[in-house]
């Protein structure tokens, strides 16, 4: 059974940084694409970053780019998602997925999410 121990979210002001961690754990596939999705109230999930385990390829969307930054720590299953230069639209709940690909059916799994909520 896949799953994810997510923190990191929290209450900060624009301009501020939080850095979000997910520990992921009971892939039967090897080297699996994990990433973040997030949804704000009243919209729909959209994909935020994700990064590949087999060659640490990352990927954006155009919303975040240049502000966040996917990373991980293979020795500890760990990703993470540095925000920077935070927005007042970038209050959403945050998901950490997971997938064989940061690409096609991605994600196929699901956290629970953490929130993050940037003040004006």
């Known amino acids: 059974e896949v799953q994810f121990a997510e923190s990191g979210g929290g209450l900060v002001q624009a301009g501020g940084s939080l850095r979000l961690s997910c520990a992921a754990s009971?892939?039967?596939?090897?080297?699996?694409?994990i990433g973040w999705f997030r949804q704000a109230p009243g919209k729909e999930r959209e994909g935020v970053s994700c990064?590949?385990?087999?060659?640490?390829?990352?990927y954006y969307a155009g919303s975040v780019k240049g502000r966040f930054t996917i990373f991980s720590d293979k020795a500890k299953n760990t990703v993470y998602l540095q925000m920077n230069s935070l927005k007042p639209e970038d209050t959403a709940v945050y998901y950490c997925?997971?997938?064989?690909?940061?690409?096609?059916?991605?994600?196929?799994?699901w956290g629970h999410g953490t929130q993050v909520t940037v003040s004006s």
């Open positions: 009971g892939f039967t596939f090897d080297d699996p694409a």
């Open positions: 990064i590949s385990s087999s060659d640490d390829s990352t």
């Open positions: 997925v997971a997938g064989l690909y940061c690409s096609g059916s991605y994600p196929l799994y």
